[in-house]
């Protein structure tokens, strides 16, 4: 499957965003799919995940209460709400993919072997 991230832009502190990750392919609803996150200089880390289904979903403690991940298998897509939105919560937003079984969520980002290109978010103090 092909992964392709949009939504990224600039928001205010306290704002929010929403990323959209669309997806190639027939197979998607298969996928456990992830969002990441880069800062220049730094590593990659995990933000959310969502198994197949969509039954089941983690995130990074940074962004719990905050950020919500979510599905539409008959789109084809993967969402990422961003609510109230801290400055450190500028980067680079990946997000990935992985067939996997019914109820999977990955949260490290080497068991993904899918990735768009990323969409940047700015967040303004």
Same mark, same amino acid.
């Given at each position: !499957? +092909?992964? +392709?991230?949009?939504?990224?832009?600039?928001?205010?502190?306290?704002? &929010?965003?929403?990323?959209?990750?669309?997806?190639?392919?027939?197979?998607?609803? /298969?996928?456990?799919?992830?969002?990441?996150? @880069?800062?220049? =200089?730094?590593?990659?880390?995990?933000?959310?995940?969502?198994?197949?289904?969509? &039954?089941? $979903?983690?995130?990074?403690?940074?962004? %719990? =209460? $905050?950020?919500?991940?979510?599905?539409?298998?008959? *789109?084809?897509?993967?969402?990422? +709400?961003?609510?109230?939105? %801290?400055?450190?919560?500028?980067? #680079? /937003? /990946?997000?990935?993919?992985?067939? *996997?079984? &019914? =109820?999977? !969520?990955?949260?490290? @980002?080497?068991?993904?072997?899918?990735?768009? @290109? =990323?969409?940047?978010?700015? #967040?303004?103090?």
């Amino acid at each position: !499957v +092909q992964l +392709q991230a949009s939504g990224g832009g600039l928001a205010e502190a306290g704002g &929010s965003l929403r990323l959209s990750c669309a997806a190639s392919g027939r197979t998607f609803s /298969y996928y456990a799919m992830g969002w990441f996150r @880069q800062v220049p =200089g730094k590593e990659r880390e995990f933000v959310a995940a969502i198994s197949p289904g969509g &039954s089941r $979903r983690d995130y990074a403690n940074s962004v %719990k =209460g $905050r950020f919500t991940i979510s599905r539409d298998n008959a *789109e084809n897509e993967v969402y990422l +709400q961003m609510n109230s939105l %801290k400055p450190e919560d500028t980067a #680079v /937003y /990946y997000c990935a993919g992985k067939r *996997e079984i &019914s =109820g999977v !969520v990955l949260v490290t @980002q080497d068991r993904y072997d899918c990735w768009g @290109q =990323g969409t940047l978010v700015t #967040v303004s103090s």
